[in-house]
């Protein structure tokens, strides 16, 4: 068998995987994948009368996606600085939060029925901010439409029963590229009720990351732009990080 008859399987193969909706998550995930990451995140909150709310918080993340640990804690303004939220993610269940309040020194358990509320006045949800383990969702390849000028591939994915969410489908829309996701949308039953849209794309250690996101929530017509500052993959953390105990250490 000549060379190029034999290249004619792998090459109808490798067509194939990419148009395999779950694999191409799969490999979005995978490029995307590091032992931790920290940022400082400075965020602008624009109300439906544009009044804008600016605030600033570090992010600290352990583990790998569906595995992860993370600590969100806000730094400005005064009204919110040292509120923090810790997040483990789950490989097949929905995530446990908890989050400090220094003010009047208490942590509580976010419950599963308060995930859809916002997060500190933005417009992202507690729900939001959990990470998407591919293993709790079905998908479906929708077609191919550019984000930003950028080829994607447009995928729908469908919580999998056991999976709570407040959201009934999600679609996100991945470069062909570089495999980073462009931009997303949270439905409720037929109605988009969040948008995400990421900018910004650098290359990072190695790693292709959006360093622009933009949450738009079309219920309340506001949306907050969160600028990714000062990010670093691959940082020395450690478990002891990302318990209870350390949500009340003040930074």
Known sequence: ?????????????????????RAIVEESQRRGRANSQRYEGVLEVIGANAKVTRKSW???????????????????????????????NHPDRSSDQWM?????GRDRRIALQDRSTRFFGTDFSFEDLEERDVNQYDYRLTGEEAIDGAPCWRIEARPRHGKVSQYTLSRVWIRKADYVAAQYENLVKDQVARRLHQTDIRNVQGIW???????????????????????????PMQDDDFTVQALRREQ
């Open 58 to 88: 570090q992010s600290f993340r352990l583990g790998s996606f569906g595995e992860s640990k993370a600590i969100i804690r806000f730094t400005a303004p005064a009204d919110v600085k040292g509120m923090a939220l810790l997040v483990i």
């Open 1 to 21: 068998m000549n060379k190029a008859a034999a290249a004619i399987p792998l090459v109808l193969w490798t067509a194939a995987w990419a148009q395999d909706p």
């Open 209 to 235: 990351t959006a360093q622009t996101l933009e949450m738009t929530d079309l219920r309340r017509n506001s949306r907050t732009i969160l600028r990714i500052e000062k990010l670093a993959y691959n940082v």
């Open 100 to 104: 400090w309040t220094p003010a009047i």
